[in-house]
């Protein structure tokens, strides 16, 4: 069984749509992130939680908001979906943070299509 | 601007081969850096990661090297294999905002 999942997988939506994508791990990690990937962009970082009752701002989090719902799950929300939000979003999980040289584990994707 | 980034976007190598794949950071202020490996419609995958304190790094198969003066980091694969085909990210890890900033990615092709 996957540590991390995702879901859903793939989404088609239609811009103006509110989405939610979830996030659950079994590693017991306090750490989850979320990022979203574009052709010849690499991975960006959308928001990142330490812990149940911490949340922060990653590089890109203008139209995204989060929920960390409980230790093993983290949800990334698109208010009002529109188009280049397209992308490939993966979570993240670490059991320390990255100044302690720990290895994320990140989940398999969700594809969104914002028509 | 802080960039991590990638010489050559695709890779092709003959099975057997050993493989290099390339990456430029503009940052010398970073702690630590990381490969990761992301094969067709999977996350990417902790490969090896290297200390700024070090110049080299070997794990099973595979090599990292980096190169603080003109701020150059690689990574050599041994005897690549049809399973090293991938999109391999290098990565930077800046400690005091605890995130990773990664690179575009270079494709790796090996051919049988």
Redesign the interface.
């Known amino acids: 069984d996957a540590d ?1 999942t995702q879901t859903p997988r793939n989404r088609i939506t239609k811009t103006g749509k509110r989405i939610m994508l979830e996030c659950s791990q079994t590693k017991g990690h306090d750490r989850m992130y979320w990022y979203r990937q574009d052709p ?6 959308i928001y ?1 939680s330490f812990d149940v009752k911490d949340i922060n701002k ?2 890109i989090s203008d139209g995204y908001s989060v929920s960390r719902q409980a230790q093993a799950k983290f949800s990334l929300s698109l208010e009002s979906a529109i188009p280049n939000q397209t992308a490939l979003y ?1 979570c ?1 999980t670490s059991e320390l ?3 302690g ?1 720990n ?7 969700t594809r969104l299509t914002v028509l | 601007g802080e960039s ?1 980034g990638l010489h050559l ?1 695709t890779l092709s190598v003959q099975e057997g081969d050993n493989s290099i794949i390339n990456c430029a950071y503009s940052n010398s202020a970073s ?2 850096f ?1 490969w990761y490996k992301q094969e067709s ?6 490969i090896i ?1 290297i ?1 700024s304190n070090m110049d080299k790094r070997q794990g099973q198969r595979v090599t990292v090297l980096l190169n603080k003066t003109v701020k150059h980091l690689s990574l050599q694969i041994a005897a690549t294999q049809p399973g090293d085909s991938a999109v391999y ?1 290098c ?1 930077e ?1 800046k ?1 005091s905002y ?3 900033i ?4 270079t494709s790796l092709s090996v051919i049988p």
């Open positions: 991390v010849g962009l690499g991975l960006r970082l990142y990653g590089e993966f993240a943070g990255l100044a040289g290895e994320q584990f990140f989940g398999p994707g | 991590v976007p702690d630590y990381i419609g999977k996350g990417p995958q902790f990661d200390r990210f990565a890890v400690t605890d995130k990773v990664f690179g575009p990615g």
